[in-house]
């Protein structure tokens, strides 16, 4: 791939910047390049270190790599190119009933004697709580999830893959196209593949107008 031996000669910490500053929105992808569903599951695993709330690891990853099945959800992404080309297409599921894996969790953490029953208890019902409000529960799947989106498309790119972000989708259709069921709902698309164009140029807003120090 493009960039395989993107650490060769390099720092870790140079290595880790370069996976940041090369990683760009691919919207051309040279079409039936193959992805092993090994590397795919190191891409993914890797993704799966991202953060949560709680821990309740509101991400699931529906992943596509048939060709019919991409060429099928073209249309659903309005058209757009990449979903047809692309490796491999993840839809990336956020949990709106992620209350459900707090209480396995920490049953499990429980009889395990990692926790004492005083900490598990306050923990299950602070969780069981908030995901009483629907708001909560979807803010929290969109939120958590699109962070293991976002460490997607990292590790895909320190594994030498291009990969792309894709918002613009029928999430009706889509959840009819693949049975995804109602406890979750689809926060986003990631294409992985190997670009066939180098991506558009893109800028960032300055420092000087992202950070507001100390206070407004
Ligand atoms: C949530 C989200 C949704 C996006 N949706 C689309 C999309 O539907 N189609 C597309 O071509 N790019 C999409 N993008 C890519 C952005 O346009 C791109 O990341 C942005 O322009 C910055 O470019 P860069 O990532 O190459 O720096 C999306 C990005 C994000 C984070």
Redesign the pocket.
Same mark, same amino acid.
């Given at each position: 791939m493009s960039q395989q031996n993107i650490s060769s000669f390099k720092t870790t910490e140079e290595a880790i910047e370069e996976v940041f500053r090369t990683?760009?929105?691919?919207?051309e992808y040279k079409p039936n390049v193959p992805i092993t569903a090994e590397t795919l599951n190191k891409i993914l695993e890797l993704a799966a270190t991202a953060p949560s709330a709680w821990n309740l690891q509101h991400w699931r990853f529906l992943v596509i790599r048939d060709q019919e099945q991409k060429d099928r959800l073209k249309p659903i @992404?309005?058209g757009?190119q990449?979903v047809s080309d692309a490796s491999a297409l993840v839809v990336i599921l956020g949990d709106l009933e992620a209350n459900l894996t707090g209480r396995e969790m920490y049953d499990g953490l429980l009889e395990a004697e990692f926790i004492p029953q005083e900490v598990h208890d306050n923990l299950i019902s602070q969780i069981e709580e908030s995901y009483k409000i629907p708001e909560f529960a979807r803010d929290e799947a969109n939120k958590n999830a699109?962070l293991a989106?976002m460490q997607l498309m990292l590790a895909a790119k320190a594994k030498g893959y291009d990969s792309? @972000?894709?918002?613009?989708?029928n999430p009706v259709a889509l959840v009819e196209a693949l049975n995804i069921p109602s406890r979750f709902i689809p926060v986003?698309?990631v294409t992985i593949g190997e670009a066939a164009t180098p991506?558009?140029p893109?800028t960032?807003l300055p420092l000087s107008k992202l950070v507001i120090n100390e206070s407004f």
């Amino acid at each position: 791939m493009s960039q395989q031996n993107i650490s060769s000669f390099k720092t870790t910490e140079e290595a880790i910047e370069e996976v940041f500053r090369t990683r760009h929105a691919t919207r051309e992808y040279k079409p039936n390049v193959p992805i092993t569903a090994e590397t795919l599951n190191k891409i993914l695993e890797l993704a799966a270190t991202a953060p949560s709330a709680w821990n309740l690891q509101h991400w699931r990853f529906l992943v596509i790599r048939d060709q019919e099945q991409k060429d099928r959800l073209k249309p659903i @992404a309005y058209g757009q190119q990449q979903v047809s080309d692309a490796s491999a297409l993840v839809v990336i599921l956020g949990d709106l009933e992620a209350n459900l894996t707090g209480r396995e969790m920490y049953d499990g953490l429980l009889e395990a004697e990692f926790i004492p029953q005083e900490v598990h208890d306050n923990l299950i019902s602070q969780i069981e709580e908030s995901y009483k409000i629907p708001e909560f529960a979807r803010d929290e799947a969109n939120k958590n999830a699109g962070l293991a989106a976002m460490q997607l498309m990292l590790a895909a790119k320190a594994k030498g893959y291009d990969s792309g @972000a894709i918002g613009g989708f029928n999430p009706v259709a889509l959840v009819e196209a693949l049975n995804i069921p109602s406890r979750f709902i689809p926060v986003m698309l990631v294409t992985i593949g190997e670009a066939a164009t180098p991506a558009r140029p893109t800028t960032r807003l300055p420092l000087s107008k992202l950070v507001i120090n100390e206070s407004f």
